[in-house]
Nanobody, 125 residues
Framework: QVQLVESGGGLVQAGGSLRLSCAAS?????????MGWFRQAPGKEREFVGG????????YYVDSVKGRFTISRDNRKNTVYLQMNSLKPEDTAVYYC?????????????????WGQGTQVTVSS
């Protein structure tokens, strides 16, 4: 069994920053998995935000967050991070991390094998 637990969400004013963490535990070889961050706003579909390869050597972001969000990982701690800067009200959503045993960054949520429970991020204007 694999567990992913996100933390770090909260309420922030526009222009502010938050750092989300996603800690993996259980029967997981974390260093072999690509990790993705997704978000889902009320009434909208879950969308890909960005991802990081198993080694951390590659990252990919959706255009709307490029230059503002940064994904990193610490394989010694089985943890992936999402640093969010210059937050906008449209970034308000529940943020999820997900693990892909394939090792490469995928934008399709169906490619991911394990999901966290999500953490709420609210950006006020």
């Amino acid at each position: 069994q694999v567990q992913l637990v996100e933390s770090g969400g909260g309420l922030v004013q526009a222009g502010g920053s938050l750092r989300l963490s996603c800690a993996a535990s259980g029967r997981i070889t974390f260093s072999r998995y690509a990790m993705g961050w997704f978000r889902q706003a009320p009434g909208k579909e879950r969308e890909f935000v960005g991802g990081i390869s198993w080694s951390g050597g590659s990252t990919y972001y959706v255009d709307s967050v490029k230059g503002r969000f940064t994904i990193s990982r610490d394989n010694r701690k089985n943890t992936v991070y999402l640093q969010m800067n210059s937050l906008k009200p449209e970034d308000t959503a529940v943020y999820y991390c997900a693990a892909d045993t394939g090792g490469r960054i995928e934008t399709d949520p169906l490619a991911y094998d394990y999901w966290g429970q999500g953490t709420q991020v609210t950006v006020s204007s």
